[in-house]
């Protein structure tokens, strides 16, 4: 039983511990158990009966194409497995790595699969798997047939007396002396330990399709070898785009900004030395003019640097650089850096670059009457926080802390946001240290 809820979740009458025989999930997982024995059978007969003869044949030229073939049969076994938990577990296994032959040709396929170590984790799950399936079919058939059919017991009673001959259920028996369960008493006591089975029945299939998730994604999955490979190559693609963007940013407000001012200004004093001999009030009229774009180009120069990498970060550190941000922010700020030394350049600089971000983010969208920012170091870890007690709901997805997390990201850093709604709004990163 379920009643929809005004926002929008669902909340149900009947405690998990009753819903539980009834929920899809149970029997996913119960029909995940009993095909995992077929299945298990036929894998384990094909990968032993193949590597056996694969192995008893390597001291031949044909025993190692016929073990390479034997792994490989065991990869498509994943491949089936991981479809099977997919679908009935709803355990998302990603595909492991394909086999990279180094060579050309037959050979090279064949030395590629039997270096895998992917392969040889197939063949184990083929062989491993088969014993627990058989166990995890046994006991979830026995729990579930044994729960229905002693809880239904009152229902079907009838069928031993008239069809059998039998009083009911036989529970002792000898050439003398029987015991069948037949009066309304005994019948009441076998439905209720039926009922007791049949509650117990969802969790014991629960822990043992555990087990098998936990085959399945140890086994069968891509190794934490080749996750942290996939994570570097992503996190490299982030630190490239982010570096093309960054140039991309210096290359627009270098050409809009000072570029077009240096050129103006340039034009300016052509035409105050035109000017200088034949009216010279104007000429320095122009070359005022001049000294002042001069004073503006100069500036955006400076607000460029700093936005790069400021000299007093380079100089004094991160608390100074931090402090000269926090100064130019609409709110004000406190400043905490609790550091045992410095760290290195580029964590300096991301961290830099990180809470100049978030104070902009105060500035512009918060509407915050004060704010402030701690940093320290926490082991192996450099901890920033910046709070504010503006209106919350700050956009963790949305595109400027997006792209934040996905820079601290590439360094193997972590961006939290909570922001509720009336705030306040903690931002949390975490960077590595290295001092």
């Given at each position: 039983m379920a009643t929809a809820h005004r926002s929008g979740t669902r909340v149900h009458s009947l405690p998990p511990a009753l819903r539980a025989p009834f929920e899809g999930r149970t029997w996913r997982e119960f029909g995940y158990l009993l095909l995992s024995l077929p299945l298990s059978v036929v894998f384990f007969a094909l990968a032993l009966s193949l590597t056996a003869a694969g192995a008893g044949l390597v001291v031949t030229f044909l025993g190692i194409p016929v073990l390479a073939g034997a792994l490989a049969m065991c990869r498509g076994f994943g491949a089936v497995e991981?479809?099977?938990a997919r679908a009935l577990l709803r355990l998302d296994v990603a595909d492991p790595a394909p086999v990279r032959p180094q060579g050309d040709g037959a050979l090279g396929w064949v030395g590629a699969v039997l270096k895998s170590g992917v392969s040889w984790r197939h063949l184990l799950y083929a062989l491993v798997h088969m014993p627990w399936a058989v166990f995890a079919f046994s006991v979830s058939l026995v729990f579930w047939s044994y729960g229905w059919c002693l809880l239904t017991y009152p229902l079907w009673q009838w069928v031993l007396p008239v069809h059998a001959g039998i009083d009911g259920l036989?529970?002792?028996?000898?050439?003398?002396?029987?015991?069948?369960?037949?009066?309304?008493?005994?019948?009441?006591?076998?439905?209720?330990?039926?009922?007791?089975?049949?509650?117990?029945?969802?969790?014991?299939?629960?822990?043992?399709?555990?087990?098998?998730?936990?085959?399945?994604?140890?086994?069968?999955?891509?190794?934490?070898?080749?996750?942290?490979?996939?994570?570097?190559?992503?996190d490299r693609g982030v630190v490239v785009d982010t570096a093309a963007a960054d140039l991309r940013r210096i290359e627009r407000d270098l050409h809009d900004g000072a570029q077009a001012r240096l050129v103006a200004l340039a034009m300016d004093l052509g035409l105050a030395k035109e000017k200088l001999a034949?009216?010279?009030?104007?000429?320095?009229?122009?070359?005022?003019?001049?000294?002042?774009?001069?004073?503006?180009?100069?500036?955006?120069?400076?607000?460029?640097?700093?936005?790069?990498?400021?000299?007093?970060?380079?100089?004094?550190?991160?608390?100074?650089?931090?402090?000269?941000?926090?100064?130019?922010?609409?709110?004000p700020v406190r400043v905490e850096v609790d550091l045992p030394a410095r760290p290195v350049p580029a964590i300096e600089g991301i961290a830099y670059?990180?809470?100049?971000?978030?104070?902009?983010?105060?500035?512009?969208?918060?509407?915050?009457?004060?704010?402030?920012?701690?940093?320290?170091?926490?082991?192996?870890?450099?901890?920033?926080?910046v709070t504010d007690d503006g209106r919350g709901e700050a956009d963790a997805a949305g595109s400027g802390l997006g792209g934040l997390a996905e820079r601290l990201g590439s360094v193997d850093g972590l961006l939290v946001v909570d922001s509720p709604a009336g705030g306040p709004t903690v931002v949390t990163a975490e960077l590595p240290w290295r001092a």
């Open positions: 991981r479809a099977r036989q529970l002792y028996g000898d050439g003398t002396h029987n015991v069948y369960l037949d009066s309304p008493f005994e019948l009441g006591v076998t439905s209720l330990i039926g009922l007791l089975f049949t509650l117990a029945t969802p969790w014991v299939i629960r822990g043992l399709a555990t087990v098998d998730r936990l085959l399945v994604a140890g086994l069968l999955g891509p190794s934490r070898l080749e996750g942290r490979v996939v994570e570097l190559e992503s034949e009216d010279p009030e104007a000429a320095a009229r122009m070359v005022d003019e001049a000294h002042g774009e001069v004073k503006t180009a100069l500036q955006e120069l400076r607000d460029l640097a700093r936005g790069i990498h400021p000299a007093v970060l380079t100089d004094r550190g991160l608390d100074a650089a931090l402090s000269s941000v926090a100064s130019r922010c609409t709110v670059f990180t809470v100049s971000e978030l104070l902009q983010n105060v500035s512009k969208h918060s509407g915050a009457r004060t704010a402030s920012v701690d940093v320290w170091r926490a082991e192996n870890r450099l901890m920033l926080q």
